[in-house]
């Protein structure tokens, strides 16, 4: 797996942005957002259970990632059609605010080791990426487990202060300060 410090590699996706057939699918690469923040979180497959709990969580938090100059990506191995089908069909998707991401060929998955070769899909990885392409954060959880994207905004608030944050900081508190 990749890890914190290594390049998010290069990567050419359709993503699905709306919920109408005639506007919905658009190319993506990673140079897609110069200048911003990516946090690009993967999850197993499409019409499941824990999956669509954890997207409209990042869709609810996506104007608070925003505000930090950060773009939000989701990604999974299922193609930009079952993307589509699952908006439409999931109330709580429909009007996601950010891209959902094919990764039919598996190949992003490949590059960043998260394929979990038992089931064939992406493991449910989140990965902060710097301005810069540099991969500052990394969370893996079982396929069976769904994360926190209020934990994901929190390690971001504490990354972009460049500082040393101790355990459980929040945006506003005091940082470390090294004599």
């Not at 505000?67 to 439409?88: K, P």
């Not at 493991?123 to 994360?147: C, E, K, S």
Request: glycine letters at 6%.
């Amino acid at each position: 797996m990749l890890a914190i410090g290594q390049r998010f590699p290069e990567f050419a996706l359709t993503g699905v942005v709306t919920h109408e057939v005639t506007s919905a699918f658009q190319p993506f690469t990673e140079k897609s957002f110069p200048g911003k923040w990516l946090v690009v979180f993967f999850w197993p497959k499409d019409f499941t259970f824990v999956c669509p709990t954890e997207i409209a969580a990042f869709g609810r938090l996506e104007r608070q990632f925003k505000e930090r100059d950060a773009q939000v990506l989701g990604v999974s191995i299922d193609s930009e059609f079952v993307h589509l089908a699952w908006r439409n069909a999931k109330e709580e998707l429909r009007d996601l605010p950010f891209p959902m991401l094919s990764d039919i060929k598996r190949q992003l998955s490949m590059r960043l080791g998260i394929l979990d070769a038992e089931a064939g899909v992406a493991q449910r990885a989140t990965f902060i990426v710097d301005p810069q392409g540099v991969i500052r954060f990394v969370y893996v959880t079982d396929l069976n487990v769904g994360r926190s994207p209020e934990e994901v905004l929190r390690v971001l608030d504490a990354l972009q202060t460049d500082e040393l944050c101790p355990c459980n900081w929040k945006q506003g508190e005091a940082t470390i300060k090294v004599a």
